[in-house]
């Protein structure tokens, strides 16, 4: 296997020889820094300042030009300014260096001429096929050997020894902001790389690098834009399958953000539902603070994932116990009720115990430890459960709790090692690290317990399905997307031909084949007004419902064609379509868009004002198979309409997953072809759904 | 207005002298840690041990009984086993001892026999005026006078000097946790009062206490259930008018929670959305994790409330400035754009800043720190801003830029000593408290600071618009309940009688005198069949809507009394009602239930699917004016229906306001008597509105 491994980035990451173009003798300088980081803090392989105006810097001798240089060079830090950086960028390449950080500013993210110079980068990386961290970027380190490619005053700030956190960032302050957070909060990084611009190695590369390192067992990720996105699903994809969690956060999430990332860097900002789709997709756990992405990293440090939902919650206080139920409802654990005869033993062991879950020690444990042993004991023995909080407040930091309640908890992990279980406590750095090095991630505050052991879940959930079921076959015969927007009847053909499932329908020229047409289908029909110019059929009042009966059905057909005329004398007229009445079902909407970034996104609501007003809707990318449209089914809020209400009968939710991954299927096969597609409505039924009218829109030639 | 000022827990807070029933000589024991905390604490009234066993206790005299106690007794701790719990307090009330704090556990929370004695204490407090709080509570404190009349071993934690915030908790436990968190986060509290089982001081009467104390500035409150909802309610719009934040941890939320809540406490706990209502009617802010709890709190303590909602935004990272402004935007905050003349001006200070809001100071603000001062300054002086945020991450902590920093942040200060702003940073506590002395509430996460300020902001708010226009005045003539449950025609009149607009409709025994309403009615009109029995019409085919011309009319009514006597062979029938159709509008459903903790609440939702998959309702309780109304049509998230969807033109929401203030007055006036009413639909119309439907059931018996 070792062979496949993604080893693109070690000239970046793990160089034996590098240079520093720009060298400067001062240590707090951008082309000092790196030096003195690396001098300091013990990196192995062999520094090569450049420098025409000096002989050493900081010790060390320089070079007048990266041409020499006496050795192959793996990574030179490019740190002149924008004006002669990409002569010194070209000069690396020429010379065979095989990488290069770029920390110069003044590119893309500072419009157009920054952007032709930094074209001119990636021509230069593309055809040398040396590779480029940046420009505008911090640069990388790698802590484990010392190896500091940055100017970032960060290193000097770091009190932890390298541990198993990679951490990929667009932007540089915000990667050093989130690295000295995560020391603050416990978490030890190794890898830290800043990709600025990207004009060549981006994000998706840099996951799929740690993923394949044996060193990084989580990814830490944060960015403002995507711009391959294939790259990054692949990588995702591949985490996944690794059980390697990737913790995310995408900033932009709503207009205001979204026009901010905008001005900050050159990055193309997908439209968010559909990173969110992404992240669901392929279990990658999106954190909307700094605090969470650091919190869920450091629970993820202790590499237990429970198998499920079911979360057993232990309290000395009553009153925390309902708060991490509350909690954990809300994050989507299950708290699930003790085995009677269990609540009925834990009963005789502490009387006044809430037993039923959360288990309530009562102050009465603090007086016999032993008590709560016993309690966590049966609540692991004899129960079902997928993991454990308990939450002992102040007291495992109280002067004569201190030691019982450590032995106590020493006694749980040998006892039952393997089991998920996170601390919530208070207390100082000591007693905390006390519990950690007992193999507990601990918490103040119970709620970020629980959200920390509900992401911790879902990762296990991600990693046990993985990618789930694949995508349907296309079948045989599907028809292309039309070359002009196409409504109702040619829309369901060619989706029919796709394997949806279509109302039948049929067009009748004049008033009296469609009383023929309906007479065929036999009981009430919908009339349509069947013409490819008026897509939106309603707004000329030109649908009409449950007509029933030959003399309506022909004035129907009639009164349709008079308003065509009236209302849009313009547009080129069929005829009529007479289709079926579907009774009863839900009437749902199933689209499919093209992002300009992450390509073809298949989208799921329920009909009318939940799409409009609530914009309740889930994406995903496509394609996919039916398990990932029933992950989106089950996404929006109105889900409770499909189950049945006011006594109606459920929704056949395989029919409506198989018609969504088929839509998936034929959006993913036309990709570049299709600007949207919209099944409206997709009516779902107790047995089945169907089409019932649809409008496919082609890209723009 | 002193003399007005509520002083009822003065003998528990403030005492002169305390007795100690059940006084032991250890300092770990119960009996033992207020008397060993208060001597090592500094208290300075008289403690007189009660201990029949021993002739000192800790050094002090002790007495045989509360009896010899020779002086006049404002507290008596009652830290003695529940079976002669009830004595002592007996004891203490004949000696008149003015008030009792009992520790002791063992009554309603564990079940009938201990809710009998419960009681039996409650009656001792009501008969003999003397003041009782718990039992099964861990006591009270006010730091500042060195009075600890508790047993927790918290005050052994307490590191900061007292404050301005009262914490009160029903829950001992959770009432430490979140001191000793409160203390960690730089939270100064004075007072500090657990209330327990609630058998006489409940915790609206603490809050009401709290209000009027001048040595309180901010109320934390935890509850699980509310017992006097009444006092509650005034304590909440007491201290919303003195400007006095209250900030509250209500656990509960959940099935899960609110079954750990029953099992916890013998606490009442009203529906959730009944709470969720009351926090907003009084401006109140509702917490969900003990660290926003003490993060809000930590906030309030600069007293800086803004008075509008638009946020500028600083940082020294962009990446965080997206991020930041996301959390504006989810938070209920605005980023508003700089004026274009500014964003101008600072083009010219830093070329590469980011402008618009967020502003990205970028890196160059390092170099120049009088840069970013001039930021600052004409961000405050030429921009209409009501708040700030300034972003520096690592900076104020480093080692080259932390006094330039500090320095100008002291300016800043200085210059605009009234301009809300909160400080992000990460640093040591001596970086985070030198900013905390300047003025600045520092927060380490960026998103966390946007909770907070949008918080602040939200009180600024409630106490801006105070209580609001009062409820309008009960019409004359206003008609009772119905006896019994009442459908369409006679709850419509009802409400109509109480100022609500109903649609127009009229009784007709047969198809003649249907014909005739309807024709007097003019245009298509809904007939519904007429029966005392039958409240859900629909469900035997009993309503036909759009009807119209004689002859459908009155097939219409034939069909109606046909179905009726089919299906409802039992019912009483008085005919067909014949009403007119409302065109166009928004079907809205205004609703009243009676929460039996609260009282009467008045709902509001958009009708159908709305309502039953998506549960999107607010709450208010009754009675309550039209601009309170206006707020809770505005908290549902299917409100952009409301605008009009599709074309359709907004919905009058003064007139559904005033529907919904009317049936607030309308609920309120009938307390008691009403079990709930169902006016759905409220068609919401583009001028004025119209109940179309609606069911009022009286309380039984």
Known sequence: MSDMLNRSLLPILRPESVAVIGASDTPSRIGGRPIHSMKTMGYTGRIHPVNPRRETVQGLPAFASIRDVPEPVDCALVAVPAAIAVGAIRDCAECGVKSAVVFTS?????????AVAQREIARIARDSGMRIVGPNCLGVFAMDSGWYGTFTNAPAMIERPPGPVGIVSQSGAYGSHVLIVAQKRGVGANYWVTTGNECDVEIGEVIDFFVDSPEVGIVVAYAEGIRDAARLRQALGKARDARKP???MKVGRTGEGARAAASHTASLAGSDAVYEALFRQYGVYRAGTTEELVDIAYACQYGSYPAGRRVALQTISGGVGVQMADDAVRYGLEVAPLPQPVQARLKTLIPFAGTHNPVDFTAQALNEP?????????????AEYDSHIVFMTTVPATPFMKEPCADLFRTVRERWPGVPMIMSLVGGRDVVEAYEKLGYPVFEDPSLAVRALAALTRFGEAFGRGAGRAPPEPPAGMLPVPAAPAGERDALAVLA?????????SLAATPDE?????????GPCALKIASPDILHKTEIGGVLLNVEGDTAVADGARTLLRRAAERAPEARVDGVLVSGMVAGGVETVLGA???PVFGPAVMFGLGGVFVEALEDVSFRLAPFGVDEAHRMIGEIRGRAVLDGVRGAPPADLDALADALARLSVFAAANAGRIESVDINPFI???EGGVAADALIVPQAG
Do not use: H, R, W, Y
Not at 370 to 382: P, W
């Open 684 to 686: 779902a039924l107790p």
């Open 497 to 505: 031909s796709a394997g949806i499932p279509v109302v039948g329908a």
């Open 246 to 248: 990737v913790i995310f």
């Open 593 to 595: 868009v093209c992002d």
């Open 514 to 522: 469609a009383v023929a047409a309906a007479a065929a289908l036999g």
């Open 370 to 382: 032993d008590l709560m042993l016993k309690n966590i004991g049966l609540t692991i023995e004899e």
């Open 106 to 114: 003044g590119f893309a993210e500072q419009g157009e001429d920054g």
